[in-house]
Protein backbone atom coordinates (compact mmCIF):
# COMPACT_ATOMS: atom_id res chain seq x y z
CA UNK A 1 0.00 0.00 0.00
CA UNK A 2 2.91 2.55 0.59
CA UNK A 3 4.57 1.11 -1.90
CA UNK A 4 1.27 2.39 -4.32
CA UNK A 5 1.62 5.87 -2.66
CA UNK A 6 5.45 5.91 -2.87
CA UNK A 7 6.01 4.59 -6.57
CA UNK A 8 3.26 7.55 -6.95
CA UNK A 9 5.45 10.39 -5.20
CA UNK A 10 8.23 9.30 -7.20
CA UNK A 11 6.59 9.97 -10.31
CA UNK A 12 5.13 13.23 -9.24
CA UNK A 13 8.51 14.37 -8.30
CA UNK A 14 10.48 13.57 -11.12
CA UNK A 15 7.58 15.18 -13.34
CA UNK A 16 7.62 18.47 -11.37
CA UNK A 17 11.94 17.79 -11.35
CA UNK A 18 11.45 17.86 -14.84
CA UNK A 19 9.09 20.90 -15.49
CA UNK A 20 11.94 23.01 -13.27
CA UNK A 21 14.98 22.05 -15.77
CA UNK A 22 12.73 22.60 -18.65
CA UNK A 23 12.34 26.37 -17.27
CA UNK A 24 15.74 26.63 -16.48
CA UNK A 25 17.00 25.56 -19.76
CA UNK A 26 14.47 28.05 -21.35
CA UNK A 27 15.50 30.79 -19.02
CA UNK A 28 19.23 29.63 -18.92
CA UNK A 29 19.35 29.70 -15.58
CA UNK A 30 20.99 26.85 -13.47
CA UNK A 31 18.43 24.03 -11.88
CA UNK A 32 20.73 24.29 -9.08
CA UNK A 33 19.46 27.64 -8.22
CA UNK A 34 15.97 26.71 -8.37
CA UNK A 35 14.72 24.94 -4.87
CA UNK A 36 11.60 22.93 -4.50
CA UNK A 37 9.53 23.17 -1.74
CA UNK A 38 6.88 20.56 -1.11
CA UNK A 39 4.01 21.63 0.18
CA UNK A 40 2.23 18.49 2.33
CA UNK A 41 -0.31 20.79 3.99
CA UNK A 42 -3.48 18.24 4.42
CA UNK A 43 -1.70 15.26 3.36
CA UNK A 44 -0.09 12.86 6.78
CA UNK A 45 2.95 12.82 7.97
CA UNK A 46 3.99 9.35 6.57
CA UNK A 47 3.84 11.64 2.77
CA UNK A 48 6.49 13.08 4.33
CA UNK A 49 8.72 10.21 5.51
CA UNK A 50 8.46 8.67 2.04
CA UNK A 51 9.28 11.80 0.11
CA UNK A 52 12.33 12.35 2.42
CA UNK A 53 13.21 9.18 1.41
CA UNK A 54 12.74 10.38 -2.33
CA UNK A 55 15.42 13.26 -1.48
CA UNK A 56 12.89 16.26 -0.16
CA UNK A 57 15.01 18.23 2.26
CA UNK A 58 12.28 21.70 2.33
CA UNK A 59 8.91 20.75 3.15
CA UNK A 60 6.15 23.63 3.86
CA UNK A 61 2.73 23.72 5.63
CA UNK A 62 0.43 26.74 6.07
CA UNK A 63 -1.50 25.90 9.23
CA UNK A 64 0.53 25.93 13.28
CA UNK A 65 -1.52 22.83 14.50
CA UNK A 66 -0.94 20.38 11.40
CA UNK A 67 2.13 21.65 11.19
CA UNK A 68 3.73 21.15 14.58
CA UNK A 69 2.02 17.96 14.93
CA UNK A 70 3.75 16.77 11.52
CA UNK A 71 6.92 18.12 11.92
CA UNK A 72 6.97 16.10 15.64
CA UNK A 73 6.32 12.93 14.05
CA UNK A 74 9.30 13.80 11.22
CA UNK A 75 11.77 14.84 13.36
CA UNK A 76 14.31 12.07 12.90
CA UNK A 77 14.22 12.99 9.44
CA UNK A 78 17.02 15.72 7.80
CA UNK A 79 13.94 18.33 6.99
CA UNK A 80 13.78 21.83 6.50
CA UNK A 81 10.33 23.00 7.53
CA UNK A 82 8.68 26.10 5.51
CA UNK A 83 5.84 27.93 6.80
CA UNK A 84 3.62 29.94 4.64
CA UNK A 85 0.34 30.06 5.91
CA UNK A 86 -1.11 33.70 7.06
CA UNK A 87 0.12 33.88 10.83
CA UNK A 88 -1.34 34.94 13.98
CA UNK A 89 0.81 36.11 16.70
CA UNK A 90 -0.55 33.50 19.16
CA UNK A 91 0.14 31.05 17.24
CA UNK A 92 4.30 31.95 16.72
CA UNK A 93 5.47 30.48 19.78
CA UNK A 94 4.83 26.89 18.44
CA UNK A 95 5.82 28.09 15.06
CA UNK A 96 9.27 29.09 15.97
CA UNK A 97 10.01 25.77 17.38
CA UNK A 98 9.99 23.78 14.41
CA UNK A 99 10.37 26.19 11.22
CA UNK A 100 13.52 26.86 9.99
CA UNK A 101 11.37 29.84 7.84
CA UNK A 102 8.66 31.69 7.64
CA UNK A 103 7.71 33.02 4.42
CA UNK A 104 4.58 35.27 5.52
CA UNK A 105 6.33 38.05 7.49
CA UNK A 106 3.86 41.03 6.82
CA UNK A 107 3.43 43.28 9.66
CA UNK A 108 5.68 45.03 12.24
CA UNK A 109 3.72 43.33 14.77
CA UNK A 110 4.04 40.05 13.60
CA UNK A 111 8.43 40.82 13.84
CA UNK A 112 8.22 41.91 16.97
CA UNK A 113 6.17 38.57 17.95
CA UNK A 114 8.78 36.31 15.99
CA UNK A 115 11.37 37.98 17.53
CA UNK A 116 10.29 37.99 21.25
CA UNK A 117 9.71 34.12 20.73
CA UNK A 118 12.70 33.03 18.74
CA UNK A 119 14.94 34.89 21.16
CA UNK A 120 13.34 32.52 24.05
CA UNK A 121 13.54 29.59 22.26
CA UNK A 122 17.07 30.48 21.23
CA UNK A 123 16.67 29.87 17.77
CA UNK A 124 17.24 31.93 14.75
CA UNK A 125 14.85 32.01 12.23
CA UNK A 126 14.72 32.68 8.72
CA UNK A 127 12.09 35.71 7.34
CA UNK A 128 10.76 36.27 4.01
CA UNK A 129 8.25 39.06 3.54
CA UNK A 130 5.17 38.14 1.85
CA UNK A 131 4.52 40.91 -0.82
CA UNK A 132 0.82 41.26 -1.41
CA UNK A 133 1.07 42.52 -5.23
CA UNK A 134 -2.51 44.08 -5.25
CA UNK A 135 -2.32 45.95 -1.99
CA UNK A 136 -1.94 49.66 -2.14
CA UNK A 137 -0.27 51.84 0.47
CA UNK A 138 -1.43 50.86 4.06
CA UNK A 139 -3.19 47.84 2.80
CA UNK A 140 -3.00 43.96 3.23
CA UNK A 141 -3.41 41.55 0.79
CA UNK A 142 -6.72 39.35 0.87
CA UNK A 143 -4.66 36.47 1.17
CA UNK A 144 -2.04 38.69 3.66
CA UNK A 145 0.95 40.18 3.09
CA UNK A 146 2.26 43.72 2.77
CA UNK A 147 2.23 46.42 -0.12
CA UNK A 148 5.61 46.92 -2.36
CA UNK A 149 5.97 50.24 -0.53
CA UNK A 150 6.28 48.66 3.14
CA UNK A 151 8.32 46.23 2.26
CA UNK A 152 11.91 48.54 3.29
CA UNK A 153 10.13 49.58 6.83
CA UNK A 154 9.09 45.89 7.30
CA UNK A 155 12.59 44.55 5.90
CA UNK A 156 14.71 46.77 8.15
CA UNK A 157 12.52 45.49 10.86
CA UNK A 158 13.91 41.98 10.59
CA UNK A 159 17.16 42.99 9.93
CA UNK A 160 17.24 44.11 13.55
CA UNK A 161 15.54 42.20 15.61
CA UNK A 162 17.55 39.67 17.66
CA UNK A 163 16.73 35.74 16.82
CA UNK A 164 15.57 36.93 12.72
CA UNK A 165 17.61 36.72 9.71
CA UNK A 166 16.16 38.53 6.72
CA UNK A 167 15.80 35.79 3.89
CA UNK A 168 14.22 37.45 1.14
CA UNK A 169 10.78 37.53 0.13
CA UNK A 170 7.98 35.56 -1.21
CA UNK A 171 4.38 35.75 -3.01
CA UNK A 172 1.16 34.11 -4.37
CA UNK A 173 0.28 35.17 -7.79
CA UNK A 174 -2.72 37.70 -7.42
CA UNK A 175 -6.68 36.10 -7.92
CA UNK A 176 -7.52 40.31 -8.53
CA UNK A 177 -6.54 43.36 -9.65
CA UNK A 178 -3.79 44.14 -12.35
CA UNK A 179 -1.95 41.37 -11.94
CA UNK A 180 -4.48 38.74 -12.03
CA UNK A 181 -3.94 35.94 -14.93
CA UNK A 182 -0.79 37.10 -15.21
CA UNK A 183 1.65 35.07 -13.44
CA UNK A 184 5.00 36.40 -15.39
CA UNK A 185 4.01 40.17 -14.75
CA UNK A 186 3.21 39.27 -10.87
CA UNK A 187 6.35 37.21 -10.33
CA UNK A 188 8.71 40.25 -12.26
CA UNK A 189 7.05 42.42 -10.11
CA UNK A 190 8.73 40.66 -7.20
CA UNK A 191 11.89 40.03 -8.83
CA UNK A 192 12.43 43.66 -8.54
CA UNK A 193 11.15 44.10 -5.14
CA UNK A 194 13.97 41.66 -4.51
CA UNK A 195 16.64 43.62 -6.19
CA UNK A 196 15.85 46.73 -4.43
CA UNK A 197 15.59 45.19 -1.18
CA UNK A 198 19.44 43.77 -1.92
CA UNK A 199 20.92 46.83 -2.14
CA UNK A 200 20.35 47.09 1.71
CA UNK A 201 20.46 43.40 2.17
CA UNK A 202 22.60 41.70 0.44
CA UNK A 203 21.87 38.70 1.94
CA UNK A 204 18.09 38.20 1.63
CA UNK A 205 18.26 36.76 -1.64
CA UNK A 206 15.13 34.43 -1.41
CA UNK A 207 12.54 34.54 -3.71
CA UNK A 208 9.92 32.51 -2.97
CA UNK A 209 7.56 32.13 -5.74
CA UNK A 210 5.84 29.78 -7.74
CA UNK A 211 2.99 27.18 -7.38
CA UNK A 212 1.58 23.82 -9.09
CA UNK A 213 0.39 26.08 -11.45
CA UNK A 214 3.14 29.06 -12.37
CA UNK A 215 6.05 27.46 -11.44
CA UNK A 216 7.66 27.90 -14.78
CA UNK A 217 6.41 31.66 -14.71
CA UNK A 218 8.42 32.07 -11.57
CA UNK A 219 11.65 29.97 -12.83
CA UNK A 220 11.25 32.18 -15.69
CA UNK A 221 11.23 35.83 -13.29
CA UNK A 222 14.27 34.12 -11.58
CA UNK A 223 12.49 32.57 -8.44
CA UNK A 224 15.30 31.11 -6.36
CA UNK A 225 12.18 28.45 -4.47
CA UNK A 226 9.13 27.05 -5.59
CA UNK A 227 6.51 25.85 -3.50
CA UNK A 228 4.60 23.24 -5.08
CA UNK A 229 1.56 21.07 -3.24
CA UNK A 230 -0.98 19.14 -5.74
CA UNK A 231 1.87 18.80 -8.73
CA UNK A 232 3.97 16.22 -5.81
CA UNK A 233 1.15 15.05 -3.12
CA UNK A 234 -1.97 15.08 -5.48
CA UNK A 235 -5.27 17.22 -5.74
CA UNK A 236 -5.99 18.43 -2.00
CA UNK A 237 -9.58 16.92 -1.11
CA UNK A 238 -10.70 20.16 0.36
CA UNK A 239 -9.47 23.54 0.36
CA UNK A 240 -8.87 24.58 4.11
C1 LIG B 1 -0.92 25.52 -0.73
C2 LIG B 1 0.13 26.51 -1.01
C3 LIG B 1 1.05 26.32 -2.04
C4 LIG B 1 1.02 25.11 -2.97
O1 LIG B 1 -0.04 25.23 -3.86
P1 LIG B 1 -0.31 24.16 -5.02
O2 LIG B 1 -1.16 24.87 -5.98
O3 LIG B 1 -0.98 22.99 -4.37
O4 LIG B 1 1.02 23.79 -5.58
C5 LIG B 1 2.03 27.28 -2.24
N1 LIG B 1 2.10 28.38 -1.46
C6 LIG B 1 1.23 28.61 -0.46
C7 LIG B 1 1.36 29.86 0.34
C8 LIG B 1 0.21 27.69 -0.21
O5 LIG B 1 -0.66 27.93 0.78
Redesign the pocket.
Known sequence: MNDGRQAQLAGNLARVRERIAIACAAAGRDPAEVTLIA?T?TYPADDVRLLAGLGVRQV?E?RDQEAAAKADACADLPLSWHF??QLQTNKVRSVVRYADHV??VDRLRLVGALSGAATAADRELGCLIQVALDAGSGERGERGGVAPTEVGALADAIASADGLRLDGV?T?APLAGPYAGQPRAAFDRLTEISSRLREAHPAANMVSAG???DLEQAVAAGATHV??????LGV?PRLR
Do not use: D, E, I, L
Open positions: VKANVGHSMVMSQRVGTAVR
